[in-house]
């Protein structure tokens, strides 16, 4: 009889469990009502006079190391059911993890497309090699057209008719080719220009284009629609003006300055001592190009515009030379937060 507790008490102190209720059926087996101490409590009167000493300790023993196990394991589990069941504990306190940012180039591209979403255009793209009815014929540029020399160009070796494209007014062409107006679409990508690097140009930055088509389009719904983009950009009380200019797709074609200030040095510096800033192109589309997509020029017009996106990032942030934004400096990226 003194073996058989012996037994129970080594059984019970080996005793692990996975669940709660492995653990509530052990109490039961043991510590239950009908459970085994009771029983063993129940033999103490059958047992030998000179076995009661031995037994009652042990059996008290038995008592004791039951309660004790039942005590560990339920606290034990316990804790681990606060953690997910992949034994994940939320409740740790967590490394320091480095969140990266957005690269302000992306930021400032992401807020001009948020903002013509919001009139009504969607986003189109087209390749960077780009061929030369897309990038100049197609846009009233035809070869020996003198207004090609605007842009200094980067030619393909591969192919003769191939180039990086130098603006992404050729999303235009390309997006004209696939859609009949009405035409609501903002394009915006990478372009290359054979340009010395200095602090105010490189030769690969970012452009968007923007390219209104439909009845009754009028220079009106252009200024209209620059003037809201300024304000959404870079304030409500923004003020812009519109110079006469000259591109080929566009007639009559304008360069939109925004009203810059002339509180500090600096602004006397970047707007030249006027206080504008040039910040686009724009212009309503060339009848010539509309007839080159078959579109009627007749029945439909239609304006367009291009800004650097480069340029506007430097307005915004105040960035003093082009050549950060491409050298991956942590340090200088980290400061852009915005969730954008
Ligand atoms: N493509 C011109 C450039 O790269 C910008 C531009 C001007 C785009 C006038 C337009 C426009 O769509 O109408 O300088």
Do not use: C
């Amino acid at each position: 009889m003194l073996e058989n507790i012996e037994k129970y008490i080594e059984e019970v102190r080996q005793f692990e469990a996975a669940h709660l209720d492995e653990v509530e059926q052990f109490r039961i087996r043991f510590a239950g009502r009908k459970g085994l101490i009771n029983k063993l409590f129940d033999e103490f009167k059958q047992v030998p006079k000179e076995e009661k000493p031995r037994y009652g300790q042990l059996l008290n023993t038995l008592k004791k190391v039951v309660a004790e196990k039942v005590e560990d394991l339920k606290s034990k589990l316990q804790n681990q059911a606060a953690a997910t069941p992949s034994g994940f504990d939320p409740t740790r306190p967590g490394y320091p993890y480095r969140l990266g940012s957005r690269h302000p180039v992306s930021l400032v591209r992401n807020r001009i497309i948020d903002i013509f979403r919001r009139i009504g255009f969607n986003v189109s793209y087209g390749p960077e090699i780009e061929d030369d009815w897309h990038n100049f014929t197609a846009l009233n540029l035809p070869e020996y057209h003198p207004a090609r020399d605007m842009q200094d160009t980067f030619f393909v070796e591969l192919h003769p008719d191939w180039l990086l494209r130098t603006h992404t007014s050729s999303v235009q062409i390309r997006y004209m080719e696939q859609n009949r107006p009405p035409i609501r679409t903002v394009s915006p990508g990478r372009v290359y220009r054979n340009e010395d690097i200095s602090a105010r140009s490189h030769l690969m930055f970012h452009q968007v284009e923007g390219l209104y088509v439909d009845t009754d389009v009028s220079f009106a719904d252009l200024k209209q629609t620059l003037l809201y983009f300024t304000r959404e950009m870079f304030g409500e009380n923004s003020r812009i003006r519109l110079r006469p200019s000259y591109f080929p797709f566009t007639e009559p074609s304008a360069e939109v300055d925004i009203y810059w200030g002339l509180k500090t040095e600096t602004d006397y510096r970047i707007t030249k001592g006027t206080g504008w800033l040039e910040i686009m192109g724009a212009g309503m589309v060339d009848p010539n190009v509309l007839a080159n997509m078959n579109i009627d020029p007749e029945k439909y017009s239609g304006f367009a515009f291009g800004m650097g996106i480069e340029r506007i990032a430097m307005l915004l942030y105040q960035i003093p030379d082009i050549r950060l934004l491409f050298e991956n400096d942590l340090g200088f990226l980290k400061q852009f937060k915005s969730v954008l």
